[in-house]
């Protein structure tokens, strides 16, 4: 079977169906059978799956779970080089795309660690558990999770602080790009679970694998780019790339930022997030935020993986169309044409303070809104983000 055939047969059959997290133990047995995933594949005592390929530095990873609430029945659309739904549930390309390179990476035995962690949607579990372990400290020089929206990025700050050096990001975007690729440093990441290793791995990035509006139904899986992808994946000398980054320090994006920044504000947003303290919080009396297993008030607890109390809700409760994010299907707002929510140009928020409470986002939820609601070429709206993401408590 050549590249184009395994690939696009594997990821089909990847996405499939959704697998959120509780599932993923169902996903390596469907799959083992099929024989799409290696007889010998390891589980470690936090539920994650590895397999080790010979004498290596680099611990190459994906995640198994998907962002939703229910396993269901995919039905795939294709439309040019793109893999879609009918829109009636996500795609699961987020992170059937970096499975998919991982497997491929093992069939042409490729050395390196390889990790298959679960419950990334919901926190990075896996992989968190994993970190505060410590077991990969001083036996790994890079982690590279196969784990971002888009074509070219290679991620060197996640949540805004530093988790890869430049002198690898960008080795490794020349190595890629000898293939025909265009990959870049890209200091936007979010979080993904090679973030969880910045204190024991020296190197901790994400690389863009061609999934697009991902946790929606809009989701959207370039097959050519992670086709491309895959060859290009077998041309790099991984074990040659640079290791740089110091540990001992921790670098934020906004070191150097202008000096008035502890101060401003934006439309309400402040770089400090919204204290609890000083009553700047959101709030509504009939919002009732998802979590993954907690359809109540009560406070925010991780559920047992498959756990039976979990309440059955159909996936349209949470994720729409792509056009907009709500949290049950009454009250919508069309935030994207509402008049309260751009004055000139600029956003005003008015609209989503009564949608979500900002003490309570999930990182799922804050990248929902920079995708559909933020205009990155604002930077307030950059501010806000990034305040966010910076509130998040894992």
């Known amino acids: 079977m050549n590249t184009e055939s395994y690939i696009r047969s594997t990821f089909l059959k990847l996405t499939s169906k959704t697998y959120p997290y509780g599932y993923e133990d169902d996903l390596v047995t469907e799959m083992i059978k099929s024989g799409l995933f290696p007889k010998n594949l390891e589980q470690d005592s936090e539920g994650n799956y590895f397999l080790k390929i010979g004498e290596s530095r680099t611990i190459f990873a994906s995640h198994l779970d998907t962002a939703c609430k229910d396993q269901v029945e995919v039905t795939h659309v294709f439309e040019n080089n793109f893999i ?36 990334e949607e919901v926190g990075c579990i896996g992989s968190g558990l994993a970190a505060k372990n410590l077991q990969f400290k001083g036996d790994y020089d890079r982690i590279i999770s196969f784990d971002r929206r888009g074509t070219n990025s290679i991620i060197t ?102 000096s008035g920044y502890s101060s401003r504000t934006y439309n309400g947003w402040n770089n400090h997030g919204f204290s609890r303290s000083s009553g700047n919080t959101w ?18 607890k991780k559920r047992t993986r498959r756990g039976n109390s979990r309440k059955k809700y159909n996936d349209s409760d949470f994720y729409d169309n792509g056009k907009t994010f709500f949290d049950n299907g009454t009250d919508l707002i069309d935030l994207n044409h509402s008049s309260t929510i751009r004055v000139s140009g600029t956003y005003k928020y008015e609209a989503l303070k009564e949608k979500f409470l900002s003490t309570s986002l999930s990182k799922e939820e804050i990248e929902i809104i920079k995708d559909q609601y933020l205009d990155w070429n604002n930077p307030d709206d950059r501010d806000c983000y990034e305040v966010l993401i910076n509130s998040l408590v894992y």
């Not at 795609?91 to 679960?118: C, S």
């Not at 009939?286 to 406070?299: A, F, L, T």
Request: hydrophobic letters at 30%.
């Open 84 to 119: 879609k739904t009918d829109k009636k549930t996500i795609l699961g390309a987020d992170d059937k795309a970096g499975v998919t390179i991982l497997l491929w990476l093992i069939k042409n035995n490729i050395p390196g660690l390889y990790y298959f962690f679960v419950g």
């Open 157 to 258: 700050f996640q949540s805004s602080t530093r988790t890869c050096s430049d002198e690898f990001a960008q080795e490794l975007a020349k190595q890629l790009n000898q293939s025909g690729m265009t990959y870049k440093k890209d200091d936007t990441g979010v979080y993904t679970d090679s973030a969880e290793f910045t204190s024991v791995i020296p190197e901790c990035t994400n690389i863009s694998v061609g999934y697009y509006q991902e946790h929606t139904f809009s989701e959207h899986q370039d097959i050519v780019h992670l086709i491309k992808l895959a060859k290009a994946c077998l041309s790099v000398k991984w074990e040659e790339l640079p290791t740089k980054r110091d540990m001992s320090k921790v670098e934020s994006k906004w070191d150097d930022y202008h």
């Open 283 to 300: 709030n509504s009396s009939n919002y009732n935020k998802y979590d993954y297993g907690q359809y109540d008030d009560e406070p925010k």
